[in-house]
């Protein structure tokens, strides 16, 4: 008995080029520590992030002038991966915003 070779339907077999749709996610962040500075800004149940020292300040005093208390960090991009872990473990109600360049709108 000869066996014969069958072309599987389209979407069976295995993936190429041509039928794998193109990645458009972010770069994988496992693969390399972010680099750089961020300006953290936390008062009342918002924590924000910035990566630059003049937009922070501009928070801060919006901060202020609605009679919070804010706290604020300067963090390598680095550790902040490891507080923003921290904080979505520890204080489930914090809005983090996350205003960095190429994350404008990104909130948890």
């Known amino acids: 008995m000869t066996a014969t070779p069958t ?25 390399a520590p ?16 910035f990566d630059n020292r003049d937009a922070a300040d ?3 005093v919006t ?16 550790r902040w991966v490891e507080v923003r872990a921290g904080l979505l473990a520890d204080a489930p109600g914090v809005t983090i915003t996350d205003t960095r360049t190429g994350r404008a709108g990104s909130t948890r």
């Open 63 to 78: 901060m202020v002038g609605a009679n919070l208390d804010p706290v604020t960090a300067c963090l390598s991009a680095a």
């Open 58 to 60: 501009i928070m801060l």
């Open 34 to 49: 972010p680099a750089g500075r961020v300006y953290l800004v936390a008062g009342g149940d918002l924590v924000a992030l």
């Open 7 to 31: 072309t599987p339907p389209p979407g069976t077999g295995a993936p190429t080029a041509a039928t794998t749709p193109a990645d458009s996610s972010p770069p994988d962040s496992t693969t």
